[in-house]
């Protein structure tokens, strides 16, 4: 009994150190808020609505101290509607992901992961890719979002699928890329090939450069190609960012459909330690389709966080599309009516945990 119970006490100790190396973190954001809206729906309406500022999220991520300055990592992250608790996509529709990382050799990830190039975009984007009226729509109505059915090895060109990444930091230099496997043949035909490349210097100047090709599934063809590059720059209480985008769609014998460019300013004023106001302007246009496919928008937002966790926030977007605009000119989820000027008036609340 004696040996038994030093048996026993060896064990648990042993489990003790193991698990002592080893974190869990369980960790999300719920924001939901009142939306209020003219001109982008056949009829004005107000909603409540979900994911203002960040999206309504829940996932796990840990890792493992295996020693040498080497981890074991892993991601799990859904997406839901706080308004009705319905899941949006798969149960891991975001990330489903495990790697490895150093600080001197950088990171390997392998799974459903962010695509290193939307990394890199969201650094200059001038609302910093916030859920709604940012450059986060016209990036994904651009990767093939509205080509689904061809475009099946990603999510809204976010998210990659069976993708391998890689990245490192030099100095205030960070490089990622990002290739998803085609996959296609008769029993797994996932979609086709996306690479993926980021580059991030930060600091009081930030600068950021991102390209990303998708090809058509089940075809070497491309269908989509991203690239954008932006900069910003803090001075006291203010930073201002520039970034410009770039995108073509093509059809699957290699003709251009879509030839987008997106400019976008914004100016970001930090009243307080707590307290953020954000101006934006976005001038969006589409040159392969019609004349008349110019979309204009402004943005206004005041963020006030009453604790680390928890944000008050109000926003105003008022968004002028002339009569040829469609999506992937907008910034607005779902876009706004043709030939209008759409207002759009959000107030809410986001909680992280």
């Not at 302007?281 to 928008?297: C, I, L, N, P, Q």
Request: aromatic share 8%.
């Amino acid at each position: 009994m004696k040996k038994n119970l030093i048996a026993l006490s060896a064990l648990a100790l042993a489990c003790g150190a193991v698990q002592a190396q080893s974190t869990v973190t369980l960790y999300g954001n719920i924001d939901l808020g009142l939306l209020t809206q003219s001109n982008v729906k056949a009829n004005e309406s107000t909603e409540l609505y979900n994911g203002g500022i960040s999206p309504s999220i829940w996932g796990m991520r840990g890792s493992e101290d295996l020693g040498g300055g080497l981890k074991a990592n892993f991601n799990l992250e859904s997406h839901f509607s706080a308004d009705t608790g319905a899941g949006v996509g798969g149960m891991f529709r975001r990330q489903a992901n495990v790697g490895l990382s150093s600080a001197s050799m950088g990171t390997l990830t392998l799974g459903v992961q962010y695509s290193p190039a939307v990394l890199a975009f969201a650094a200059t984007d001038p609302r910093g890719l916030r859920e709604n009226f940012s450059g986060l729509y016209p990036w994904a109505y651009n990767s093939g979002a509205l080509n689904a059915a061809n475009s099946t090895n990603n999510d809204v060109g976010v998210f990659l699928h069976n993708a391998i990444s890689y990245s490192n930091a030099i100095g205030p230099v960070n490089l990622a890329i990002g290739y998803s496997v085609a996959e296609n043949n008769a029993t797994v035909p996932s979609g086709g090939a996306i690479l993926a490349l980021g580059a991030t210097y930060s600091g009081p100047l930030t600068v950021s450069g991102a390209y990303q090709k998708i090809n058509y599934a089940g075809s070497s063809n491309e269908l989509s190609s991203v690239y954008s590059l932006g900069a910003g720059y803090t001075t006291g209480a203010l930073t201002g960012k520039v970034n410009y985008l770039k995108a073509r769609e093509k059809s699957l014998a290699g003709a251009d459909m879509t030839d987008v460019d997106i400019l976008g300013l914004g100016l970001d004023w930090k009243l307080a330690a707590n307290h953020t106001v954000v101006l934006a302007v976005y001038s969006g246009k589409d040159s392969k389709t019609v004349a008349a496919s110019k979309t204009t928008s402004f943005v206004l937002s005041d963020e006030y966080a009453l604790s680390k966790r928890t944000t008050l926030y109000g926003q105003v977007a008022f968004a002028n599309a002339d009569a040829g605009a469609g999506l992937r000119t907008s910034i607005v989820a779902g876009g706004t009516l043709a030939d209008k000027n759409a207002t759009l008036f959000n107030v809410g609340v986001k909680h992280s945990f």
